[in-house]
């Protein structure tokens, strides 16, 4: 090949760039937009599946307020943390969690009878958990139990199981 054939030849492919096919430019389009796709998706499913832990919601600490707010002998009721917060004639607190141990039915505070009574299997539980009537296994759950500073806080992300109600439980301000 000649000098001159080889320089015409170079100047060709400088002059004019490889086209891009129809098909080429679609599979490169697909494919990006699939990449694209699945991204929001993975960044969907993460945010659906990651918890919630602002203060004041279930499984955060939780500030039930201050300590001469919960007189000797009262069980207050806190939706937000799914939580009651029995406070002792002692004066020792407790916080337990409201799911049944039986089947996880809502327990609710029946305060004409000073007890937690199961709507859905007839459980009863006494104010510092301990099962009165089974089908229930095992005690309430407990929540542990902070005072600083004067302030009740409740940690909702850990969920103590216990076999037995224990004066150990208690918390004293």
Not at 37 to 61: D, I, K, M
Not at 96 to 110: E, F, Q, S
Request: aromatic share 10%.
């Amino acid at each position: 090949m000649t000098e001159q054939k080889r320089t015409e030849s170079v100047t060709k492919a400088v002059e004019q760039p490889e086209r891009v096919s129809r098909r080429d430019f679609l599979k490169l389009a697909w494919g990006a937009a699939g990449t694209l796709a699945l991204l929001e998706a993975g960044g969907v499913a993460l945010t659906f599946l990651s918890p919630r832990v602002a203060e004041g919601e279930f499984g955060s600490v939780f500030t039930a307020g201050a300590v001469e707010d919960f007189p000797p002998g009262s069980v207050t009721a806190f939706n937000n943390g799914r939580f009651y917060l029995v406070r002792m004639e002692d004066g020792g607190f407790l916080a337990l969690y409201r799911k049944c141990t039986h089947l996880g039915c809502a327990v609710p505070w029946d305060q004409a009878v000073g007890q937690f009574v199961c709507p859905c299997h007839g459980s009863v539980f006494e104010t510092d958990g301990q099962v009165l009537n089974p089908p229930a296994p095992r005690p309430l759950d407990r929540f542990p139990v902070l005072i600083e500073d004067g302030q009740v806080k409740v940690d909702t992300g850990t969920v103590i199981e216990r076999d037995h109600a224990s004066p150990d439980d208690l918390v004293y301000a």
